[in-house]
């Protein structure tokens, strides 16, 4: 075991995988001699060469494009996109070919690779070093979407999705690198990519969100059982595609209400669907209406101190609407 | 850096490539044209539904850039490039299959027409999304370079789509990286209604190769052979690890960008000058006579094989089952999802309270 960051946990998971299996490579802006614009792929280039750790022209088109085709003709590669803002000159890639390419040869041709994406707000980033634009790719049958919230996660996962014979956009959260420390097993250990995780045990409330804002909703559960004595059951999305409803289901059907916590703007985010798929199959269980705590609809998050905290969620934000959903 | 290919040679000095190798690329030349008139016709009888987009009249560049293709190369075609998975090797049937979208397709019936790919001769199922192709083809030769093969990618694209950014990306990675890929430029002057004029400023598509640093070359589309010399030296390049190369191959689009589109946006003459005029089937017919190897006999031979090959294929596609409707939901993931459909649409869950009671 060992105290690592969550930025760390990715290092550790590229460096075990590219030493298993050699058809893996990776590729991006700033990855190979600088190590990444946050270190995450530090020390790959000595390890392993030029051949396999590639600084890419300027284009996340091409990064995207290329490692499609490299998978389909056997690599297993690992681009980078540095800011998820960034990633729409990869949009056809990602979403015409990547998530089509199986479909469209009926299984004859594939293209198994694991896009790490930066992305979230909450770092005084900006319109564009700071979006949550997971709900873009959740959107697509075909992408498996992962986000880990835990460097427990940030490793098993990474390792899931590079082992995975799918397409996979794995978000990571730019907050959480170097915010959170957890000790992680220094061996080889796999996630389960098909399961949400339930982080808090509860019988009063369901609460659902990922990435950064999972551990806000873990600080407002604590705090609801401290000054409410309400108990509420925190569930790690973990993958945002193909959702796990069953996991989420089953807790409501525990504790018949509902709260999603998504750092996304409100309409169509990834709350709008598993508030659906809710209100459709678990519609008897709920005994208040699903809530939701999102980020407001404007196009960004806009950069001044003031303007962001408004736009991102809280805790305090997180537990007025607990609070509101116990209480109906 | 662009340079012109040499003008068609009109004397009797020995053939410039062995006579076996004119009479392959005459004969799939003359496949491929009979293939695609007759699926023309097919369409035109509704015997198959969609779209069909013909490289009728472009076939010396096909034929002349892929014939001595590996199976283990790969190619990278967009919408019109139907008649690569001929030359590259693919069974008739399957290929009718495609057209005809049954189970037996190698896509069992999801892609459209002439969107064909084949995955054991390593030819890419295209979207329609242009220059897609492109840049998957361009990773493909990406991995070939790390696995330290000696294969090749060649991709193939219309002067259109030149114009968008990624076909710009993928050539500028290729050249970056020394990729072994042969990019094949069809000029054939129409991007659907849009005339060259308005998609380009220079003259010559392969000038753009100088902005790469790659070899960029213009030559006759409409010469089996020059596209042949010309790109087997490019294949050779890609091969040996010296890099891309980008073939411009100058043509004309004989029909409509579709079967549906009449193309009523073109000068009749213009047209009129490429079918009698630039036709390369008779331009090669009367190349081999000047040379002496042409034989009416061996075409007819050709043709009687092949039209009997494309009678059971068509037979085969017309008789053959369709896809079941569920599958539809197949081939998503690697793993099913029917299941998790038919769930979602159908299970419900009731508080665990009331279960207790």
Known sequence: ?328 | MATKAKERTETTASLPIPVEKMKQLYAMMLRCRTMEERARILYKQSRFSGNYYAAIGQEAIEVGAAIDLRPSDCVAPSHRDFIAGLIKGVPLKSLFSQLYARKTSPDQGRSSPAHGGYAPLNIITPASTIAAQWNIGTGVALALKMQKKDDITMAFCGEGATSLGFWHEAVNFAAVLQLPIVYVVQNNRWAESVNIKYQMRNEDVATRAAGYGIPGISVDGQDVVAVYRVVQEAIERARKGGGPTLVECKSYRWFGHSEIDPAKYRDAEEVEFWHTQRDPIPLTEEYMRKHGVWSDEEKQQVLDAFNKDLEEAIQFAENAPWPEPVEALDHVYSFSIRERALELDRKTWTPQALKKM
């Open chain 1, 1 to 328: 075991m060992a105290l690592v960051t969550y930025i760390d946990a990715i290092n550790m998971a590229l460096h075990e995988e590219m030493k298993r299996d050699e058809r893996i490579y990776v590729l991006g802006e700033d990855v190979a001699v600088m190590g990444g614009a946050f270190r995450a792929t530090k020390d790959l280039l000595q390890d392993f060469g030029p051949m396999r750790v590639i600084d890419s022209p300027l284009a996340e088109g091409i990064i995207v494009s290329s490692s499609i085709g490299a998978a389909m003709a056997g690599m297993r590669p690992v681009p980078e996109i540095q800011f998820s803002d960034f990633i729409t000159p990869a949009f056809d890639a990602i979403t015409q070919q990547a998530a089509k390419l199986r479909y469209r040869s009926a299984g004859s041709q594939t293209c198994p690779f694991t896009l790490r994406v930066c992305y979230g707000g909450g770092v005084s980033g900006g319109l564009y070093h700071s979006q949550t634009n997971t709900t873009w790719f959740a959107h697509e049958p075909g992408l498996r979407v992962i986000a880990p919230s835990t460097p427990y996660d940030a490793k098993g996962m990474l390792k899931a999705a590079i082992r995975d014979d799918n397409p996979v956009i794995y978000f990571e959260h730019k907050k959480l690198y170097r915010s959170i420390k957890e000790d992680i097993p220094t061996d080889d250990y796999v996630c389960d990519l098909d399961k949400c995780a339930v982080r808090r045990e509860g019988s009063d409330l369901t609460a659902v969100s990922y990435g950064y804002t999972m551990h806000l909703m873990l600080q407002a559960a604590e705090k609801m059982q401290q000054q409410h004595g309400i108990n509420v059951e925190c569930i790690d999305l973990r993958t945002l595609n193909p959702i796990d409803y069953a996991t989420i289901l089953d807790s409501v059907a525990k504790t018949s209400r509902l709260v999603i916590v998504q750092e996304d703007h409100r309409t169509l985010g990834i709350g709008s669907e598993i508030a659906a798929i809710a209100a459709e199959q678990a519609f008897d269980c709920l005994d208040a209406p699903i809530m939701r705590v999102t980020a407001p609809d404007v196009p960004a998050i806009p950069f001044s101190k003031p303007l962001e905290e408004f736009y991102m969620p809280t805790v305090d934000k997180i537990m007025a609407v607990m609070e509101k959903s116990a209480q109906y």
